[in-house]
């Protein structure tokens, strides 16, 4: 199985920064995409970030709503990614939620997803 640990959210001003990462553990051999999701009170969940990587290939995708404030990384030896978050909105506040897809898990067939258990991101005066 993969287990994975979200860190970094917090309160923070508008026009202020966080950065997220989360770390991926466990017994698997290869992961397809790690990403963040958000849901806000009374809303889906919707995708902010994403990067998959296969074989050579890279890829990334944004959410229009984030796109050049926000900035994705992976750190594939370390099963570690990242979310950079610049210019905060208050619109930008609800639980951040680390997504592994795609996941090879060790001794099992197919792939498979799995989430964190989200952290809270609060941007107020």
């Known amino acids: 199985q993969v287990q994975l640990v979200e860190s970094g959210g917090g309160l923070v001003q508008p026009g202020g920064s966080l950065t997220l990462s989360c770390a991926a553990s466990g017994t698997f051999s290869n992961i397809y995409a790690m990403g963040w999701y958000r849901q806000a009170p009374g809303k889906q969940r919707e995708l902010v970030a994403r990067t998959t990587t296969y074989g050579s290939s890279t890829g990334t995708n944004y959410a229009d709503s984030v796109r050049g404030r926000f900035a994705i990384s992976r750190d594939n030896a370390e099963n570690t990614v990242y979310l950079k978050m610049n210019n905060l909105k208050p619109e930008d506040t609800a639980v951040y939620y680390c997504?592994?897809?795609?996941?090879?898990?060790?001794?099992?067939?197919?792939?498979?997803?799995?989430w964190g258990p989200g952290t809270q991101v609060t941007v107020s005066s």
């Open positions: 997504n592994a897809g795609g996941v090879r898990v060790d001794g099992k067939p197919g792939r498979y997803d799995f």
